[in-house]
């Protein structure tokens, strides 16, 4: 099976802009989780799609958005960009909801300038 | 506040040595110890625990879990230059009926030949 993959892998965006990043999971899974790692604050949960439905979030402010499709991809939005959120964006599918056993991509490294 | 605290932060050995690398927790609603490593982007799974003093061994890894004490330790005997990681430990706690995957910061590890 093809693994989780994630597109772009790098992208450089200005304050102000936003962003729209984009993860396919592995086929037949159907949860999608979305994290934020930064040498900081090192992993942290933003949020999970299920069968289309957020199914949780994490404590991020609302200019970060997601959404996932029927067939299981899912797109996280940040608006207004910030510098500080510059980071590597990790998903991760799951052939069911509940945080164990997630398969990670690659990762978008986020610059924003 | 849950908190998932990982030692040493960094960690420098030469092939062949054995390496133990600690994680421990306070946190709410507890459910399950995660392990992963993560070599260049994607973190790739490595244990699930879930039950105390139950080791899981994959190879030369092993990690085992104290739910008395909140803590887990994961072992590399043996190690070679490809365990060069970062390895991270994640709680994973009950939310309701949802979830919550808190990481620490991971630990470094580097293996010289």
Redesign the interface.
């Known amino acids: 099976k093809a693994g989780v993959t994630q597109t772009p892998r790098y992208l450089i965006k200005t304050r102000g802009q936003q962003v729209t990043l984009s993860c396919s999971p592995i086929s037949g899974h159907r949860s999608v989780s979305w994290y934020q790692q930064t040498p900081g604050q090192g992993l942290q949960f933003l949020f999970e799609y299920f069968s289309e439905t957020q199914r949780n979030k994490g404590n991020f402010p609302g200019r970060f958005s997601g959404r996932q499709f029927s067939n299981s991809r899912s797109e996280m939005n940040v608006s207004t960009l910030e510098l500080g959120d510059s980071a590597l964006y990790l998903c991760a599918s799951s052939p069911a909801t509940g945080g164990e056993t997630q398969y990670f991509g690659p990762g978008t490294r986020l610059l924003v300038l | 506040e849950d908190k998932v605290v990982q030692s040493p932060l960094s960690l420098v050995v030469h092939e062949g040595d054995t390496v133990t690398l600690n994680c421990s927790y306070e946190v709410t609603n507890f459910?399950?110890l995660?392990w992963?490593k993560q070599e260049?982007?994607?973190?790739?799974?490595l244990f699930?625990l879930t039950s105390s003093g139950i080791e899981k061994k994959s190879g030369r890894l092993s990690s085992i879990l104290d739910k008395k004490e909140l803590f887990s330790i994961l072992n590399i005997t043996a190690t070679q230059t490809g365990d060069s990681a970062i390895y991270?430990c994640?709680a994973?706690l009950n939310?309701g009926s949802?979830?919550?995957?808190?990481?620490?910061?991971?630990t470094l590890l580097t293996v010289n030949p």
């Open positions: 459910r399950s995660l992963y260049k982007k994607a973190p790739t799974f699930m991270l994640a994973l939310r949802n979830y919550k995957l808190t990481f620490g910061k991971g």
